[in-house]
């Protein structure tokens, strides 16, 4: 079956525009999560949904990241007013449910901020 | 904090030649600890869970083991095709369903 699918695959922005980036998780799957990877870090937690609850936002850097997941499937994360730092790549992971760590992730969006 | 930490960074074995990764982590309560496999420009891969100390499992060439600080990968007669990034990631009691994941150990398997 499809795995998660994310787009786009690579997006280049100049500092101060917004970026949406995209994520289909695996159907079926009810938990989403985002993760930022920067180069020679590990994967950074951003946000996670579960179903109709309200999502973890826990790991959002700053107010200008913000995401949303429509219908209990696709999922769009949002950068507004890009920095340089915000330059990585950001992983989509999906899970069958609540509290599973085994997570099956996407192919990433590498993110690049001029 | 939740903390973890793989060693050794970066590995490079010749074919054949069995070693471990380390991951050692501090959490105020473990839920579990994973263990994934990256490859260049993917997404990571599952490969294992743990839950609790003194459990084993193993995987084709790999073999994870977990004791209450720590958790190794072993690798046994490694083959080209295992060369990857692996990650180490912990899910705390109280995280929740969030992860938090080492910086990896990057191995090389030469043929």
């Known amino acids: 079956g499809a795995g998660v699918s994310q787009s786009p695959s690579n997006k280049v922005t100049e500092k101060g525009k917004d970026v949406e980036l995209r994520c289909d998780p695996i159907?079926?799957?009810?938990?989403l999560y985002w993760y930022r990877q920067s180069l020679g870090q590990g994967l950074e937690f951003l946000i996670y949904?579960?179903?109709?609850?309200?999502?973890?936002k826990s790991g959002l850097p700053s107010d200008r990241f913000s995401a949303e997941r429509t219908g209990g499937s696709v999922s769009t994360l949002t950068i507004q007013r890009t920095q340089q730092e915000d330059s990585a790549v950001y992983l989509c992971a999906s899970s069958l449910g609540a509290g599973s760590g085994e997570q099956f992730f996407g192919p990433g969006t590498r993110l690049t901020v001029l | 904090e939740d903390q973890v930490t793989q060693s050794p960074e970066a590995l490079r074995l010749q074919e054949g030649e069995s070693s471990s990764l380390n991951c050692s982590y501090t959490?105020?309560?473990?839920?579990?600890l994973f263990w994934y496999r990256q490859d260049p420009g993917k997404g990571p891969e599952f490969l294992f869970t743990l839950y609790s100390a003194g459990e084993e499992k193993e995987k084709e060439r790999l073999k994870a083991t977990l004791t209450k600080k720590e958790s190794f990968l072993h690798i046994t007669a490694p083959k080209p095709e295992d060369s990857a990034t692996y990650l180490c990631a912990v899910q705390p009691l109280d995280s929740g369903s969030r992860l938090t994941f080492g910086e990896g150990t990057q191995l090389t398997v030469n043929p």
């Open positions: 159907s079926g799957h009810t938990a």
């Open positions: 949904f579960q179903g109709n609850s309200a999502p973890d």
């Open positions: 959490v105020s309560g473990l839920r579990g």
